[in-house]
């Protein structure tokens, strides 16, 4: 190259990166991540599944996660688990292969960006477990336990538990609700990502210079939020009364409010879900509705004025509502949803009796 024009030319068609950084981007390799990075991503998969919500990624084969993680966690021995090596082994495999198909570029250039933001919850577990550890007061038999994941609130005073087992006493609710309060992300949120990667990657050569490293973005929220307010999404496609009649959805009520409804089929959840992000949305994939019907019916909230859709999950072990962008819903609301909504309070505390 001669002059300033060719490498500026260059600079651009590398998506705004100089010559070495795309360099360095195309020797991502799974094997060295692999021996690099593995110690850490187990240890992060064992944070984030310790948090309230979980990831729903981890059931779906049986080599993710189980009594075989004491090793790396507990230090056990490998006379006890001699699978380990294979186990590991596996789930890392898995686990680099669910990132690989996140990321939208041929040289898969973001795949470790992927693997830095997920492994952040190690830092994040360690800080607040020191917080638990130096803040939190004994329960009533006096005895903490040894991790925030395993506080158990059965434990404490039940006047100090919502009518859904929500502890809303004095003492602070340790228990995490999903590894995005770790700064990280679930994997079971592959589609969403890769979505927004997709956006992100098309965006770049429209965007300042300073923008176009992704490294910027310190967790993926932060990312999905520069995204969206770029793209300007709005809220999701209003549910019409040819979604409410089909014979696989149950229509709660449809008036003034919005509408209130449960699928009974994976392709009735798309479409009462059309415009949202929920993976039991996913079109080619019906796992994770599966997953989750099995446990409870999903009530899906289209609400009025504003067209806001709600996705809420009342199940044994309580209640997990989530917004159009797959976020968990504010207290706040939480609380109107279970205590002050004239359709959505009478359903929540019906379903929640189904478990009694």
Not at 37 to 58: C, E, P, S, V
Not at 182 to 188: A, H, M, R, Y
Not at 214 to 237: C, H, S, W, Y
Request: glycine content about 6%; aromatic content about 10%; some cysteine.
């Amino acid at each position: 190259m001669n002059n300033m024009q060719d490498i500026l030319k260059a600079y651009y068609a590398a998506g705004g990166k100089t010559l070495f950084e795309t360099e360095i981007l195309l020797e991502y390799n799974r094997a060295t991540t692999t021996s690099k990075w593995g110690d850490k991503i187990l240890l992060a998969a064992y944070a984030n599944a310790g948090t309230g919500d979980g990831d729903n990624w981890f059931a779906l084969a049986d080599n993710r996660l189980g009594p075989w993680m004491e090793v790396m966690t507990k230090g056990a021995s490998l006379e006890k688990y001699p699978e380990y090596p294979r186990k590991r082994q596996e789930f890392l495999t898995d686990f680099l292969s669910t990132l690989e198909n996140m990321d939208p570029t041929q040289n898969k250039q973001y795949v470790m960006w992927l693997v830095k933001k997920y492994t952040q919850s190690i830092k994040a577990d360690q800080a607040h477990q020191q917080r638990y550890q130096r803040e939190a007061n004994p329960n009533i038999q006096n005895v903490m336990a040894p991790h925030w994941s395993q506080w158990d609130y059965d434990l404490l005073d039940p006047e100090e538990l919502d009518s859904l087992g929500n502890y809303i006493g004095d003492e602070e609710e340790w228990l995490l609700a999903e590894p995005r309060d770790l700064n990280s992300f679930k994997l079971e949120d592959a589609a969403q990502i890769k979505r927004m990667l997709t956006h992100y990657h098309n965006l770049k050569p429209q965007l300042p210079v300073e923008q176009r490293d992704i490294n910027r973005f310190k967790t993926v929220e932060r990312l999905e939020d520069f995204v969206d307010k770029i793209m300007d999404g709005q809220p999701g496609a209003d549910t019409d009364d040819a979604t409410l009649n089909r014979t696989d959805v149950e229509t709660i009520y449809s008036g003034p409010l919005g509408t209130v409804a449960i699928p009974h089929s994976h392709e009735a959840s798309c479409e009462l879900g059309s415009g949202t992000r929920w993976c039991t949305t996913e079109q080619d994939n019906d796992t994770y509705f599966r997953q989750y019907a099995e446990q409870g019916d999903l009530i899906i909230y289209n609400e009025k004025p504003g067209n806001q859709k709600y996705q809420i999950h009342v199940t044994a072990d309580g209640i997990e509502a989530r917004d159009r962008r797959d976020r968990r819903i504010t207290a706040q609301k939480e609380q109107e949803f279970v205590n002050t909504h004239p359709v959505l309070s009478k359903l929540i505390k019906q379903k929640q009796a189904e478990f009694k």
